[in-house]
């Protein structure tokens, strides 16, 4: 059975301090990990697919990264904007097809 | 391009009634699914489909039933309403199976 962890569940940052976030996982064959971000009332937004362990990817200050086992998001000198929650999914490479889904790690950068 | 829609935004049900809630995408995906989040739990998908006439079910179908008579438009129908459908649901669509899923907003759904 496909299985994803995030931690932590919260963290709060100052703005500018630095952090990373985790997500581990187990999965038969992985196809993508997936990360998105959710603000409070919205649907889950696309953030970053990886598909293959040392696979890096950036988009502004998020930098996501994977091994065998887990991914890291790593936020850079954050905003208060950053503030909202992060999920991480797996998708196998067979079957359904269907993402399994990680609790998320709900992020606030305080001003 | 609208995206990924849904409809209602909010709805209360009472125990038994049932309902259906809408999901349409303009992106011509052919992988369309719904999922529900609940708290301190990650999405869980309920049914998907492959294309307009293919369904199947997740991991949490029970209580759901769906169709898919076109691509554009994958229904969620709620036969009987429980207190433990009360979640917030979310309908996504890919162009397939292995493409980045693409999120609506979400219908938040209340059984009393």
């Known amino acids: 059975e496909d299985q994803v962890t995030q931690s932590p569940e919260a963290l709060r940052l100052q703005e500018g301090e630095s952090s990373s976030l985790n997500c581990s996982y187990t999965?038969?064959?992985?196809?993508?990990l997936f990360w998105y971000r959710q603000d409070p009332g919205k649907g889950p937004e696309f953030l970053f697919t990886?598909?293959?362990a040392g696979e890096e990817k950036e988009k502004e200050r998020l930098k996501a990264t994977l091994t065998k086992k887990e991914s890291f998001l790593h936020i850079t000198a954050p905003k208060p904007e950053d503030s909202a929650t992060y999920l991480c999914?797996?998708?196998?490479?067979?079957?359904?097809?269907?993402?399994?889904f990680g609790s998320g790690t709900r992020l606030q950068v305080q001003p | 391009n609208a995206g990924v829609t849904q409809t209602p935004k909010f709805q209360v049900l009472k125990t038994g009634q049932s309902m259906t809630l809408q999901c349409a995408q303009d992106?011509?995906?052919?992988?369309m699914s719904w999922y529900r989040q609940d708290p301190g739990m990650g999405l869980r998908l309920i049914h998907y489909?492959?294309?307009?006439?293919?369904?199947d079910q997740g991991e949490v179908p029970n209580g759901y039933n769906v169709s898919r008579s076109t691509t554009e438009d994958f229904p969620l129908r709620l036969l009987s309403a429980a207190p433990s459908q009360t979640s917030v649901y979310f309908c996504?669509?890919?162009?397939?199976?292995?493409?980045?899923?693409?999120f609506g907003p979400g219908t938040r759904l209340t059984v009393l």
């Open positions: 996504a669509s890919s162009y397939d199976t292995t493409d980045t899923q693409y």
């Open positions: 999965v038969s064959g992985l196809r993508g």
């Open positions: 990886l598909y293959s």
């Open positions: 999914a797996v998708q196998a490479g067979t079957g359904r097809r269907a993402l399994t």
């Open positions: 992106m011509n995906h052919e992988y």
């Open positions: 489909s492959v294309g307009a006439g293919i369904t």
